[in-house]
């Protein structure tokens, strides 16, 4: 299980330095993910992100960044699993995004419901930034109920 991971990809109708954008600018975000980050992602730095809906926050820390290609960040920051976002352009219209997160602990007795979880919310994250990016609709986001 050394390869374990959870992967959600879909298909954007924008070119990609604009995805890239929303994913990067907390400000983007915050119309279809979590509502506030603590700044712009860059690697090396460690971020706050907030869903004040939920009373949650969750601090990141950025591996690797490549400008319109690729984002790779540890939640929680210093222990969690790592997140390999890519962008792949399609033609200048529109964009591949895929999203890899590994690194849970095998033995976890909770593990299927874990992977679930991370599989339901990479999809819901996705679909919510597409009806954002493309339809600027940014009431998606926050509508899970727990």
Known sequence: MEDLQVTTKVKLLKPT????????????????WFSSGSGRLEEGKT??????EYGAEVDIHVLELQKNKKIVYQW??????????????????????EVVEKGWKEND??????????KEGWVYMLTCLKGYLEHNVSTLRASLVF
């Open 47 to 52: 971020v706050t992100w907030r869903y004040e």
């Open 76 to 97: 929680p920051a210093g222990e969690g699993t790592v997140v390999t976002i890519t962008l792949k352009e399609v033609d200048h219209t529109s964009t591949i995004i």
């Open 109 to 118: 007795e909770d593990l299927m419901n874990i992977l679930l979880g991370q």
């Open 17 to 32: 330095h604009e995805v890239f954008e929303a994913i990067v600018n907390p400000e983007e975000m915050a119309h279809y």
